[in-house]
């Protein structure tokens, strides 16, 4: 599965997305490119806040990933217990 980021080429920090939006470290992340040219294509003709910025495709392999346990009072329980 991809998912899709934007990133500032200056920073390294990812777009929040939204009409005013904002940077982090996290972002927001986009389930398709179609998507996220749907947001790219609400600032058409208007400001380009995304002059410096590029699109990131990122890889999420979820056989991969680490995987918690839920207890029966809905508690996460991370190699721990807690």
Do not use: P, Q
Not at 17 to 36: A, P
């Amino acid at each position: 599965m991809k998912v899709y980021k934007i990133r500032d080429k200056d920073t390294g920090l990812y777009a929040l997305g939204g009409i005013y939006g904002g940077w982090n470290k996290t972002g927001k992340s986009w389930s398709t490119i179609g998507n996220l040219k749907g947001h790219l294509a609400m600032f058409e003709g208007s400001y380009n806040k995304y002059s410096n910025a590029e699109v990131v495709e990122i890889e999420v392999n979820y056989d991969e990933c680490n995987k918690y346990d839920i207890d029966k009072d809905l508690k996460i329980l991370i190699n721990d217990g807690y």
